[in-house]
């Protein structure tokens, strides 16, 4: 059966690249049933985790590929999805990561300039948001694990661009979430049992963004460890929630 629904993934996501200078990013593109270029819909950019990394454009929807075919998911929520591939040997975040540590001790470095892979996926919605096509007010962004770190970060980076954001067992710097705060919905996730990436890591931003005034929201699964998108993605308010928010 998965090797069925990888099949369906990817003869149903659109396979294209975003090229900027000598640099291409490999990514998967969903439309709506019935797309048409004289309407206009939301945009869901979804980061993988680090597993999926690689050349292949097919990885990266592993995980969560299948929550967007889901017939009821597209009937109800028409939408442009977006999965980029990060190469093998780049990350979504800048981070240092020390692997000799379980969970991996990861050090922030938003301060400094994106990684390539960063960079390009945050050109590719630049020209995302110039399509007639694109509900500018209702741009997402997901993620999980290396992908949920990601997420942290391109909303500290375009705080204005997104609408609501759903990190999952990621992790940021705390001090970042001054840029969004109070501007962006954020739904959290992570797994208590997580041994990975530390949970107190989403603990950690969630406790930042209650500080400078926001209102996330934090769901912390007691039985989960690292692959905590699992439950996320069969939380029945899951994309509700998602859709319904707006800039």
């Not at 190469?87 to 000799?100: L, N």
């Not at 050109?123 to 990601?150: A, C, W």
């Not at 690292?226 to 899951?238: I, M």
């Amino acid at each position: 059966m998965r090797a069925q629904h990888s099949k369906k993934a990817e003869d149903v996501f659109l396979n294209k690249t975003h090229t900027v200078n000598t640099d291409t990013l490999k990514y998967r593109m969903l439309l709506p049933k019935d797309f048409s270029e004289d309407k206009t819909y939301p945009v869901v950019l979804f980061l993988h985790g680090a597993g999926e990394r690689g050349d292949d454009n097919k990885k990266q929807l592993a995980n969560g590929g299948d929550l967007f075919l889901n017939k009821t998911t597209r009937d109800s929520f028409p939408a442009i999805v977006i999965f980029p591939q990060c190469p093998e040997h780049d990350y979504w975040a800048k981070i240092e990561a020390d692997r000799s540590t379980k969970p991996i001790t990861f050090n922030y470095k938003y301060k400094e300039t994106p990684t390539k892979a960063m960079a390009l996926v945050m050109d590719l919605m630049d020209d995302m948001v110039e399509k007639p096509f694109v509900k500018t007010n209702q741009i997402y962004i997901m993620g999980l694990s290396m992908g949920g770190m990601g997420t942290f970060e391109i909303i500290y980076r375009k705080p204005e661009l997104f609408a609501a954001a759903i990190p999952i067992c990621g992790g940021g710097n705390p001090e970042s979430v001054v840029e969004y705060a109070k501007s962006i919905p954020l739904w959290v996730f992570h797994g208590a049992k997580d041994d990975v990436v530390d949970p107190n890591l989403s603990i950690n931003m969630v406790s930042a963004i209650l500080e400078n005034g926001g209102f996330p929201r934090f769901t912390l699964y007691d039985f989960a460890n690292h692959n905590s998108w699992d439950p996320a993605f069969a939380e029945p308010e899951l994309l509700t929630w998602l859709f319904s928010k707006s800039k």
